[in-house]
């Protein structure tokens, strides 16, 4: 039984280590990301002349005034956050009986060090760890915090969406993870993640997940040291997410359901539907408590009633707006891509600066509320039954693959960065470009485009994709495997990624059965 729960580790957690984030052995030109089993992945974009970027040096600035080098806030007399030592911000709450400590990093190494800064001034016992939702860049330093008697408290749903989300598409999600978090970039191209401090990807190799001793669905109370703790689910960028209110400090933790940022509400390294309509009620949830202090998991803390309920009302209905116009576009049977063109936040809210682009984006999430409700049909007939091999008939329509490079390499000149990482997708697509003369020239249309993105995820993406162009697949580690989580994970997490890993070409006449106790 260990051997299977020790592949199951294996198949489950690579993920987690860059999906706060191998099904192919064969390198094909586009080849991303490769593990130590195989390789693959893919690549998308974002700006041109036509839609000019959000404004240079955004994301530097939003790095520095929302990210900024590791400190400890203590935000008002007993409550603490720790910033800039992780993507995610570990807070802590300061009891007469000991500490209550609210998501716990993404890796033991870091869990360490906000630990230490934190205990500096605020020592004191863990009575209790929250994970406000199941993301590993929230829960997977909580070994550092456990000690005899801790108790770690989630929603019901914590342990089947961790499971969900990082089963039988691990694979898939690892690669485009690994391209978002973009390792391999210099901080003068990618000073953050928008949110937080860039990923550890070799940290969190060696996880520390524990897994909930206490969960609970709708709301519950806890009391620690006379301060009572309400729990509160609260469905919005995960199905498990939660929001912590303390009425005595005045106190909302929103989980990442509020961040100084448009939120993300579809993710391009790849997720199940996030529930935007749920989401947007979680935030009305939060506003009716009417905190005095909001702390978000990542981004910095919103201070004083009035701004807070501003900045959650702005929030919501940025997410509304949205889903509306979608749903506004579906119903005039309006093509996807036309819906993604057009609709934008309207300017009241474009100008927020808690609203702006830097992490999720409008057209992303679009594409993410339409497919979650309507699939990926969009009512074109013509899209229904597509010919074979376009990309190679366009390129010789438009007169060879010499003269869409041209156009290609023209267009990157002018500044035309869209247009011409378009013509160059199409040339990779049709195969009528040989490597050598294809790569070099897709690289450099993606870094064009990559340096004029201020979001930092399509930024990293863009730019981790044409490091691999040039220099081959990145290489993945293998997660160590810890004995304390491998003995809480069920079973039937095995036979859930099972089927998809079977050489089924080798086994579709075989009926085998088998026995596990």
């Not at 720790?82 to 300061?94: F, H, M, S």
């Not at 860049?137 to 770690?152: K, L, N, P, R, Y």
């Not at 019901?156 to 691990?170: C, I, P, T, V």
């Not at 697949?473 to 890993?501: H, N, Q, S, W």
């Amino acid at each position: 039984m260990k051997k299977v729960m020790k592949l199951i580790i294996v198949v489950v957690l690579s993920v987690f280590v860059v999906c706060c984030g191998d099904a192919s052995s064969d390198k094909t030109p586009d080849s991303d990301v490769t593990d130590s089993d195989s390789e693959t992945a893919q690549d998308d974009a974002e700006v041109d002349v036509d839609s000019p970027p959000i404004v240079a040096g955004a994301l530097a600035e939003q790095c520095e005034a929302q990210v900024g080098n590791p400190r400890v806030i203590e935000v008002t007399p007993g409550l603490f956050l720790a910033t800039g030592y992780d993507l995610a911000n570990t807070i802590l709450v300061q009891t007469d009986d000991g500490n209550v400590v609210i998501d716990v990093s993404m890796s033991p190494t870091r869990a360490q060090q906000v630990k230490d800064a934190l205990m500096a001034v605020a020592p004191g016992p863990t009575r209790a760890i929250i994970y406000t939702h199941s993301h590993l860049d929230h829960v997977g330093g909580a070994s550092v915090w456990m000690e005899e008697g801790t108790q770690i408290w989630a929603t019901d749903a914590f342990f089947g969406h961790l499971m969900k989300q990082y089963g039988s598409f691990r694979q898939a999600e690892t690669k485009r993870a690994a391209l978002m978090h973009a390792t391999d970039l210099s901080l003068e191209v990618l000073p953050c993640s928008s949110l937080g401090k860039r990923v550890d990807l070799a940290a969190a190799l060696n996880t520390g997940v524990r897994k909930p001793t206490h969960t609970f669905s709708g709301s519950t109370e806890i009391e620690v040291g006379g301060i009572s703790i309400e729990l509160v689910e609260a469905h919005g960028e995960t199905h498990d997410q939660l929001f912590v209110w303390i009425p005595q400090m005045g106190a909302l933790m929103p989980g990442d359901n509020y961040y100084h940022a448009f939120p993300n509400l579809y993710t391009i390294r790849g997720t199940s539907p996030r529930p935007v309509k749920e989401w947007i009620r979680s935030l009305d949830k939060m506003r009716t408590r009417q905190p005095e202090f909001l702390l978000p998991s990542h981004t910095q803390p919103v201070i004083g009633q009035a701004l807070i309920q501003e900045s959650l009302r702005d929030y919501r209905d940025a997410i509304q707006w949205v889903y509306d116009e979608v749903v506004r576009g579906a119903n005039n049977v309006e093509d996807l891509d036309s819906m993604s063109a057009r609709i934008k936040l309207p300017a009241h809210l474009a100008v927020k600066a808690n609203l702006q682009e830097l992490y999720g984006q409008v057209d992303w999430s679009v594409r993410g509320i339409y497919s979650s409700q309507m699939g990926w049909a969009d009512g074109r007939a013509d899209r229904l039954y597509p010919p074979a091999n376009v990309a190679a008939r366009e390129i010789e329509l438009m007169g060879g693959a010499q003269a869409v490079l041209d156009a290609a390499k023209s267009a990157r000149a002018k500044g035309e960065l869209k247009w011409s990482t378009h013509l160059m997708g199409k040339l990779r697509d049709s195969g009528l470009l040989a490597v050598e003369t294809l790569n070099p020239e897709l690289a450099a249309s993606y870094e064009a485009l990559g340096l004029s993105v201020q979001n930092s995820n399509g930024r990293a993406y863009l730019l981790q994709s044409a490091n691999v162009l040039k220099n081959g697949p990145m290489v993945l580690g293998k997660p160590t495997i810890d004995e304390i989580f491998l003995e809480t994970l069920p079973i039937e997490t095995f036979f859930d990624v099972l089927p998809a890993r079977l050489k089924a070409n080798e086994t579709l006449e075989v009926f085998e059965s088998a026995n596990f106790q």
